[in-house]
């Protein structure tokens, strides 16, 4: 009797040490087969309507996927982000996304996650890092793209001007892929005409309290202003106030060009108070997920995945803003 229960015991305990494993060799396959999928996914933070529909779209996919989503916001750091990641990496999850909140200083962290067989995904940012093999793809807009298209709408609406055209540039944060690339891309379409010249150039944080801040400043020391060019729609709202605090007319005295088309730029722009948008949507989660599944299955993934935009008129905006998801 004592030998059966023994036997018995053993056979409990063997059996709770099995379905206890964990992931092998990086694969994200887990111990029996049964285990859920886990993704360390690090944001940048929440310093617009973008970013907080953004974090929406992929917490939402990871849901109806079926994937344990652990979260962390960096408020903007950098070194939030490489702690972030370097804690998805002692939790030994499956698959780490991040949106990197500049460009550069990331191979250490990279070369640890690779070192741990864990998959890295780039969202919406990519790095500037010359070993590509550090990450699997990379997900979001050609912010490059972007820039041109606001560029050549300013050129094609410009056609008639004569004398120069005075631009102040609201740039995102200092550093960030989508500052860079915005600024070079409009850069590029413009400079082939010495009439348009940006006369001030100055990083508002992607905030719309520092686009206030920024555009009060340039009314101040720029005597002539005939175009504002926004890295994004909450600093050209932002910008707004400040023309309006100043006496003038948005939209008018001063147009305005932005990137984003979240709902309260699109309702800006409906009103007159802006006149173009270049979309650049955050809803990636549902790609980001099927990615991840795709590299965790070992399928070849394209490097680079961008993703379908548009542009926006006035007109254009007042016929799709009763349906906009952000």
Known sequence: ???????????????????????????????????????????????????????????????????DLKFSDAQQKQENQIKAIRSYIQQKVDVIAFSPVVESGWDTVLKEAKNANIPVILTDRSVDSADKTLYKTFLGSDFVEEGRKAGKWL??????????????????????????????????????????????????????????????????????????????????LGAIEAIEGAGKVPGKDIKIISVDAVKDGMQALSDGKINYIVECSPLLGPQLMDLAKKVLAKEEVPARVVTEETTFTQEQAKKVLASRQY
Not at 50 to 66: I, P, Y
Not at 170 to 186: E, V
Request: hydrophobic letters at 40%; aromatic letters at 4%; glycine letters at 14%.
């Open 155 to 236: 050129v094609d609406e410009s056609k008639s001007a004569t004398g120069p055209v005075n631009i102040v540039e609201l740039q995102g944060t200092t550093g960030s892929a989508p500052a860079n690339d915005r600024k070079s891309g409009f850069a590029e379409v413009i400079g082939a005409d010495p009439k348009f010249k940006i006369v001030a150039s100055q990083s508002g944080d992607f905030t719309r309290a520092k686009g206030k801040e920024v555009m009060e400043a340039f009314l101040k020391s720029t005597p002539k202003i005939d175009v504002l060019y926004a890295h994004n729609d909450d600093m050209a």
């Open 1 to 67: 009797m004592l030998k059966k229960i023994s036997a018995l015991v053993l056979a409990g305990v063997m059996a709770a040490a099995l379905t206890s494993c964990g992931k092998e060799d990086g694969s994200g396959a887990a111990g029996g087969g049964g285990g859920k999928t886990t993704m360390g996914f690090s944001q940048v933070g929440a310093e617009s309507g973008w970013r907080t529909a953004n974090t929406k779209s992929v917490q939402e996919a990871a849901k109806a996927a079926g994937i």
